[in-house]
């Protein structure tokens, strides 16, 4: 019995290290990767004067997707099937869905309220009872700085509605 774990370990171990060593160099260049992508993408964005809520909104969408897409690449060099990882997000997606609603909603209302505008980075709003300048509109919330000088983060939800 120990000389048949003994022979698994060294034919399998050494493949699956082989595996892992390969996702890791895979994960940390395509990290890197991102990063250019994201910097490429942010000075496009600069350069086409596109208003800058919109532009770190892009960015933030840009980083998420792609991150996911690199951390699936990475579970199917180790080996992992992810066709049926991709059953598995499915499934997860709706239970998470379900389950996060009101964050969904804040995900939603930011994409209405960068498509729309309502109001833009600089302008004085008053969300919730808070009264504040606009600093970001973000993938959950939007950051207010408050006369006062705090900054305030309101749910994109409550700021659309």
Known sequence: MMETAKNFLVTRGVDFLVQLVAAVALYVIGRSVIRLVRVFARRALE???????LAKYIDQTLGVVLTTLLIIASLGVIGVQTNSLAGLLAAAGVAIGVAWSGLLSNIAAGLFMVSLRPFKKGDTVQI??????????????????????????????KALA
């Not at 350069?47 to 809520?53: I, S, W």
């Not at 509109?137 to 994109?156: C, E």
């Open 47 to 53: 350069h086409r004067k596109l208003d800058p809520t």
């Open 128 to 157: 919730g009872g808070v009264l504040g300048d606009v600093e970001l509109i973000g993938f959950f919330g939007t950051s207010l700085l408050a006369p006062d000088g705090t900054k305030i983060i309101v749910g994109n939800a």
